[in-house]
């Protein structure tokens, strides 16, 4: 069946710092992959998504490229901010499937 | 527009008490999502609904029972509550799947005593 990996966590970085979270998958085909975040106290809400291979999903200053070849998905921002600070989660999602999610990383962000 | 509205916030229930959960979503979407988020398991699928009058399993449904009556409202039921089923609860809604993204409500804190 499909799943997803992602970096364990927690990531704590400081204010400026650039921000990589890893995320790999296995699927059936090609699915679209998406990143959500969850803020302190909030349900999940998505940061961005890429449909198909070479797209590129951005948002908020945060990049994720899909990688056909590498069956990867990796969030990436060049300068986090204080209020960056929350958990991210990897997800996978084929037509005619459920969502999977990954376990989420959670990043702290100190000024 | 409020999205995906979730009653109630917070619920303490002793073994073997019964309840259900109220998702609500006003964007007519066709499909509903039920799930529970652990510490260190992410997000694990209770139920789903791909349109009124539907209902299907997910990942983890024992325990746990679903209605979708009305297209704008998912219930999720436990009808006897165990400790296992402490949980953050978060419904979601989405046009479909694949490319369609999910909106989440606010999230359901029980705790189980």
């Known amino acids: 069946g499909n799943s997803v990996t992602q970096m364990e966590g927690p990531v704590t970085l400081s204010e400026e710092a650039f921000l990589t979270i890893n995320c790999t998958y296995t699927a059936t085909g090609y699915p679209s992959l998406f990143w959500y975040v969850q803020y302190p106290g909030e349900g999940l809400q998505l940061l961005l998504k890429a449909t198909k291979a070479d797209d590129k999903g951005s948002n908020k200053g945060f990049e994720a490229t899909y990688r056909k070849e590498t069956t990867s998905f990796h969030l990436e921002k060049g300068s986090v901010q204080v209020s960056d600070s929350a958990v991210y989660f990897c997800?996978?999602?084929?037509?005619?499937?459920?969502?999977?999610f990954g376990k989420g990383t959670t990043l702290s962000v100190s000024s | 527009n409020a999205g995906v509205t979730q009653t109630p916030k917070f619920r303490v229930l002793k073994t073997g008490q019964s309840m259900t959960l109220l998702c609500a979503q006003d964007m007519n979407h066709e499909y509903m999502y039920w799930y529970r988020q652990d510490p260190g398991m992410g997000l694990r699928l209770i139920h789903y609904s791909v349109g009124e009058g539907t209902t299907a399993k997910g990942e983890v449904p024992d325990g746990y029972n679903v209605s979708r009556l009305k297209k704008q409202n998912f219930l999720l039921g436990l009808e006897s509550a165990a400790p296992s089923q402490t949980s953050v609860y978060f419904c979601a809604s989405s046009h479909g799947t694949g490319v369609e993204t999910q909106y989440f409500g606010p999230g359901t804190r029980l705790l189980v005593l």
């Open positions: 997800a996978p999602n084929q037509a005619g499937t459920a969502l999977i």
